[in-house]
């Protein structure tokens, strides 16, 4: 599984934009469920976005307004788009892919977002 930031370094200035990728490969199947997870230092892993096959959406309240997962075209793929960043989005974020149906689970490697003037 592989994660990568929508820019080097994934450093943003607060107000700033920043996408996040990424992309399963080497399995035959489908993941149905595909989401953003980000955690803090001393904080519990959170659930930053999420997106279903059909295309239903969830975010977190913290993120509404600002972030947007999509689906890529290829396989597997998802992005992250966050817009409006503020310091306090500063986190590792970790893309999770699934498929519910087989009770197959993917961590992404976390990607460090920083956002900070």
């Known amino acids: 599984l592989m994660c990568t930031a929508g820019v080097w370094g994934g450093l943003v200035q607060p107000g700033g934009s920043l996408r996040l990728s990424c992309v399963l490969s080497?399995?035959?199947?489908?993941?149905?469920?595909m989401g953003w997870y980000r955690q803090s230092p001393g904080k519990e892993r959170e659930l930053v976005a999420s997106?279903?096959?059909?295309?239903?959406?969830t975010y977190a309240d913290s993120v509404k307004g600002r972030f947007s997962i999509s689906k890529g075209n290829a396989k597997n793929t998802v992005y992250l788009q966050m817009d409006s960043l503020k310091p306090e989005d500063t986190a590792v974020y970790y893309c999770?892919?699934?498929?519910?149906?087989?009770?197959?689970?993917?961590w992404g490697n976390g990607t460090q977002v920083t956002v900070s003037s």
């Open positions: 999770k892919m699934r498929n519910s149906w087989r009770e197959m689970n993917y």
């Open positions: 080497g399995t035959i199947f489908s993941m149905n469920v």
């Open positions: 997106i279903i096959s059909g295309g239903t959406t």
